[in-house]
């Protein structure tokens, strides 16, 4: 996605500005700090022009002891005021991020699945730790100088100018010159501060999944390859880096000696002359210098703050960008709530991912309330497809999925769901422990719930208190993977759901545990519909129907008896799954 | 204290010639900054002699233009400081390159229980956030130290030039030094804490996330986008508050340090008024010192950041060392004995293992014929994959040993062992690159011949040829473009492409179908025929492939034997066995 520079302060703009009212009130408390703290700076050369041209001249002691006087003051209130800047804008800073990290969370959540098919996951995680990061210094330190250091400057014109206006532009003109000439720099620059945080992204990502993987590596004895791939990515982003910076800093050296060297020579050769001949004081030099001296560095901050603006409106464009990806749609609009209570029908269903790569072919077939369908076929069939469909989690591009006779795509999505119950092949952990793990954070689930769950299904090692208090590893590398498979069961079926969905998700326990699920299963599925991708003749010879897939059409359905005898792709599954099964 | 220093000196040597110019940069760089008010003094003083003393300049303006010169030659010696900053950055840059390569490397040499123990995204994150940008790591070797160190040698100078000037004056701006240092050091401590804790809950979010992200799935069919928030929150108002602890800390530190340094700006105003008023010192030198004293409040501050940045860094390097000081069983394969090139047997010689104070395996010896199909059966939780980690050395048993060849795994050059493998894992781990690519993880240079073998054997050639860019086409992380059990057979593919001497399969049911295993067994016959496996299974069709089988027995026990010497031997396998058997009678 392209964005320029105007685009971004667009995007920032209305991204922060909402912020910004709301927490008006610390804002401009801020705001006043930082201009009181900027008048305080201009004030300290003024007396010490004072000190110079009239105290000592003139041996007046009592005189440079009153203004030494004015001086601390003015010093010392300027310090508490730094400090209540920085802390008030911090707060803010903060507030405003933790929300906006929170926002953006909750706004993914609510994007279709289709996204996350296609985003490398640490992307998502660099973009929302470490944008966020730079939004905030937006607040804390970078505001402070950056608005701190305008009015300064501003105050400096005016103080200038009631001394002699001609001053005053000799002093502006200059400086709004350079200031401009740096701006044009700064366009050019800021590109490559995208291309930087677009590397430490793909750094963030390659390593996730190096070191998810890494027994994979480690096994095939890959370690080197690995490494050098990361390495290759971790230069190119130095180097990167390592050229802009030389470019900055290169320029900003220039620009310290335009105003250390060439500005301050060029104001003591037109100002020498005048106090020789008495129009002006020492003291006028002195303010003058002292002036120059303190904008430089502003100055230069001002610039390189001006670059990480930039750089936050970049971060803030990012972030923007995920704001903006359309949530899914629940339907809510016509807010029809789905009831199950005759039949769902998939009626000439055709599906594809990306354009024109078929997945599904016209298929059709129904799920009558209360009925167990298994879905059977060779791996890519269509068969993952198909209850991804179910779930609403894609729209398809022809035909339509019924639901008790309305078209699912009319139907309040979230409600629908809610009569799902899902387990999948992967078997996925939430961080926490396996009380939330079970019921997914749901706290209208009560603990005695779980408990009740994970003991029909035959978990019950888990059902004491401590052992769901337990935290449970990403790995869960102190689970083993049949026991994920149970725990992913206990979730299904504590959220008692009218339909439930299955992929494949008993193949990986063994028979004896298998068995004694099935037994529970029994007693859950009574009264509930259930559709199975089945990979075991178990779960096969209890279906009500069957449907067998292959290359994302149906080739046959019926009961097991029916399809031993008309579909020989069929029986060849059976008879491979146990050994004498297909005679009957 | 001491071993952070080391560890500084250490990364240091590895940048050794940049670091030296980095020193000479510094120093020139501190003279022109002490050059300027020292030249400005000059200045003033011959302008006030000049407007006091007429008579005594013809001309003027020569003077002042003798002194402009001078001035110009500094501005020269400006800009060729101004590189400095950017070969800091440059440095930096360096630091954080060398550190991410080096401790990914460390990451590579771990166990599984190290990958237990540290979550992904944490990990990530010490690779990243730890070590990247201000105020981390890379950050700190190079511009943190340097800046201070510009900063002492600028104060050096400064404190010289002021000597110069006028000793008094000097002294008496000096007094708030030892203030500055005691104050100090008193603050230090609370700030490394809540640094700390910051950075743990930086690490627990990005987890949280990772977790999260890649569970979408599951969020959205049980409808729990809302509720899950719940967690997520807590995280990040958890984190708020570490932070908010962290910065009023800092902005008072820095609150104490301008008033002390303040103090000294004002010793300067009064003493130096006084002086001046009573003619002991010239204008100009008033003017010089008030600017030195003015410059210091930034050096002087950067003194203390030293310590301050050095100790939330210290906090970064701990969190790095301590994935190089996690101990890792790997290491005790130092040995060099080749296995040969052929596998002849692997045996497992009193093989104990406990986890967790539970006896997972106990007194384990079997023989393993790597030219046969061995099926490894067992219920749930009783250690198959433990099983093969151990006996492919990614995991230490607590007792006992592997040998392989006769010889013992920790003698042997375990690469070349590995090499000799094919591993097929429970969940088909990808990676990022096209589906050639991923086969060929392990066989950058494998023959034509060889890729298609291997596809055909996995069952996925056709399906590969089927894809719009065939093998080229790209796999991202949970792409929807290739399906779970593809993946699951593309591992399938990658393990096989090398044509090992023995394949190891964790878990063929999570990866074929019966219609599916029963091919790969024929083409296995065909293209891999010496290649012998070690299968787990919870299909029971499995059994008629295996030469032999391997029971682990809820107490530990392991078993070894046909299938039909096992089901006359032990009551438990035939439990096992015949509860499917009867379970599918019943129906």
């Known amino acids: ?584 | 204290m001491n071993k952070h220093i080391l560890w500084i000196l250490q990364e240091w040597k590895q940048q050794k010639k940049f670091i030296l110019i980095m020193v000479f940069l510094t120093v020139i760089s501190a003279l022109v900054s002490i050059a300027y008010p020292y030249m400005f003094k000059i200045i003033i003083d011959k302008l006030k002699d000049i407007t006091d003393n007429v008579n005594k300049y013809p001309e003027p303006m020569k003077e002042v233009y003798r002194i402009l010169w001078l001035l110009g030659a500094i501005g020269l010696g400006q800009l060729i400081a101004g590189i400095y900053p950017a070969f800091r950055a440059w440095v930096n840059y360096r630091f954080e390159f060398g550190l991410r390569t080096r401790y990914f490397r460390y990451i590579s040499e771990k166990d599984s229980r190290f990958f237990s123990k540290f979550r992904t995204g944490d990990l990530v994150t010490r690779l990243t956030n730890d070590i990247t940008d201000f105020p981390k790591i890379a950050w700190f070797l190079g511009s943190g130290i340097f800046r201070a160190f510009n900063s002492f040698i600028t104060i050096i100078f400064m404190l010289i030039a002021m000597f110069k000037l006028n000793a008094h004056l000097t002294i008496y701006s000096l007094i708030p030094l030892p203030i500055m240092l005691v104050v100090f050091y008193f603050v230090m401590k609370s700030l490394q804490e809540r640094y700390a804790n910051n950075q743990r809950a930086i690490s627990k979010i990005n987890d949280q996330l990772e977790m999260s992200f890649s569970a979408i799935h599951i969020i959205k069919a049980f409808a729990c986008e809302d509720k899950y928030n719940r967690f997520f929150d807590t995280a990040l108002e958890h984190r708020r508050q570490t932070e908010i602890k962290l910065i009023q800390l800092n902005a008072t530190i820095m609150l104490l340090w301008e008033y002390i340094s303040y103090f000294a700006q004002i010793a300067v105003i009064i003493f130096g008024g006084m002086m001046a008023v009573k003619g002991e010192i010239t204008i100009g030198t008033f003017m010089a010192f008030y600017t030195y004293l003015g410059m210091m409040i930034y050096p002087l501050l950067d003194l203390p950041q030293l310590f301050l940045s050095g100790k939330q860094a210290f906090v970064n390097m701990d969190r790095l060392e301590e994935i190089r000081e996690y101990p890792t069983s790997l290491e005790r394969f130092r040995g060099d004995i080749s296995p040969g090139k052929e596998l002849h047997s692997i045996e497992l010689d009193k093989i104990n293992f406990t986890y967790d104070a539970q006896a997972i395996f106990k007194d384990v010896s079997i023989k393993i014929d790597p030219h046969e199909r061995t099926l490894l059966l067992g219920a749930v939780g009783t250690g198959k994959t433990t099983l093969i980690e151990i006996l492919t050395g990614m995991l230490k048993p607590t007792s006992g040993s592997i040998n392989i060849n006769g010889i013992a795994l920790e003698m042997l050059n375990r690469k070349e062992f590995l090499e000799m493998l094919g591993y097929v894992p429970q969940e088909p781990l990808l990676f990022a690159g096209s589906v050639h690519e991923n086969v060929h993880f392990a066989a950058k240079k494998a023959s034509v011949e060889d890729y298609k073998a291997a596809l055909l054997t996995a069952q996925i050639a056709d399906e590969v040829g089927q894809m719009e860019d065939g093998d080229e086409t790209d796999l991202q992380q949970r792409g929807s473009n290739v399906s779970g059990g593809q993946k699951q057979r593309l591992t399938i593919a990658r393990a096989l492409i090398r044509k090992p001497q023995f394949l190891i399969f964790d878990d063929i049911t999570a990866s074929l179908d019966a219609q599916n295993e029963m091919k790969l067994w024929e083409a296995m016959n065909k293209y891999y025929p010496a290649t012998g496996a070690l299968v787990v299974s919870h299909r029971i069709s499995t059994i008629q492939y295996a030469d032999k089988i391997i029971f682990i027995k809820e107490n530990g026990k392991v078993l070894m034997g046909t299938h039909k010497e096992l089901l006359k031997l032990d009551e438990e396998y035939r439990h096992f066995v015949a509860e499917i058997e009867d379970y599918h009678k019943k129906d």
């Open chain 1, 1 to 584: 996605m392209k964005s320029n520079k105007n685009t971004n302060i667009k995007v920032s703009l209305r991204l922060l500005i909402p912020y910004l009212l709301r927490e008006w009130r610390l804002f401009s408390l801020g705001l006043v700090t930082m201009l009181l703290v900027s008048v305080a700076k201009l004030i300290d050369p003024l007396i010490l022009a004072h000190v110079v041209d009239v105290s000592v001249p003139q041996a007046d002691t009592g005189d440079m002891l009153h203004y030494a006087g004015l001086f601390v003051g003015v010093v010392m209130i300027s310090g508490f005021l730094t400090w209540a800047q920085i802390v008030l804008l911090s707060r803010l800073g903060l507030r405003i991020i933790t929300e906006l990290k929170g926002r953006v969370f909750k706004h993914l959540m609510k994007v279709p699945v289709s996204f996350f098919d296609k985003r490398p996951v640490g992307d998502l995680i660099a973009r929302v730790e470490n944008d966020s990061e730079r939004i905030r210094t937006l607040f804390s330190d970078l505001s402070v100088r950056l608005i701190g250091n305008i009015l300064f400057f501003i105050g400096i014109v005016i103080v200038l100018g009631m001394r002699s206006k001609a001053m005053a532009l000799g002093f502006l003109i200059p400086l709004v010159f350079l200031s401009l000439s740096f701006g044009l720099f700064f366009r050019y620059i800021v590109k490559f501060y995208r291309q930087v945080r677009e590397r430490y992204s793909q750094i963030a990502s390659l390593l996730t999944e190096y070191i998810q993987g890494m027994p994979i590596v480690q096994i095939f004895n890959r370690e080197k390859d690995v490494i050098a791939r990361m390495d290759k990515v971790s230069s190119a982003k130095m180097r990167l880096e390592t050229k802009t910076g030389f470019l900055e800093y290169g320029v900003q050296g220039f620009f310290i000696f335009v105003v250390n060297t060439a500005l301050l020579g060029l104001v003591i050769v037109m100002l020498a002359p005048k106090i020789i001949d008495g129009t002006y004081t020492i003291g006028t030099l002195i303010i003058f210098t002292q002036y120059i001296m303190r904008i430089t560095w502003p100055l230069i901050q001002l610039l390189e703050n001006l670059m990480q603006v930039q750089r936050s409106f970049v971060s803030m464009t990012r972030i923007q960008e995920l704001l903006d990806l359309p949530k899914e749609d629940y339907h809510t609009g016509e807010n029809i709530v789905p009831t199950f209570e005759h039949e769902i029908e998939f009626k000439n269903v055709w599906f594809a991912y990306e354009e024109d790569k078929w997945v599904l072919r016209d298929v059709s077939f129904k799920i009558p309330s209360g009925s167990q369908i298994a879905l059977v076929g060779p791996s890519g069939s269509g068969k993952t497809t198909t209850i991804s469909l179910l779930c609403g989690f894609y729209q398809v591009q022809k035909g339509s999925i019924l639901i008790d006779g309305i078209d699912i795509n009319k139907l309040n999505l979230k409600k629908w769901r809610q009569k799902i119950g899902l387990i999948l092949q992967d078997i996925f952990l939430f961080p926490g422990n396996v009380l939330e793990n079970v019921r997914i954070y749901n706290d209208h689930i009560t603990p005695a719930a779980v408990q009740r769950s994970l003991v029909a299904v035959q978990a019950r090692k888990f059902a004491e208190p401590e052992q769901m208090e337990k935290e449970l590893s990403e790995r869960g590398q102190n689970i083993s993977q049949g026991e994920r498979q149970l725990l992913s069961f206990a979730r299904a079926m504590v959220y008692d759901p009218e339909l439930v969905i299955m992929d494949e998700a008993t193949s990986s326990i063994d028979s004896v545990t298998e068995a004694k699920i099935q037994h529970s299963m029994k007693t859950l599925l009574t009264g509930k519909t259930a559709m199975i991708i089945a990979h075991r003749l178990s779960s096969v010879l209890k279906a009500d129907n069957i449907i067998y897939m292959e290359d994302g059409k149906i080739s046959a359905a019926g009961r097991h008896e029916q399809l031993i005898k008309i579909c020989p792709e069929y029986k060849n599954l059976v008879k491979l799954q146990f050994p004498g099964g297909a005679d009957e």
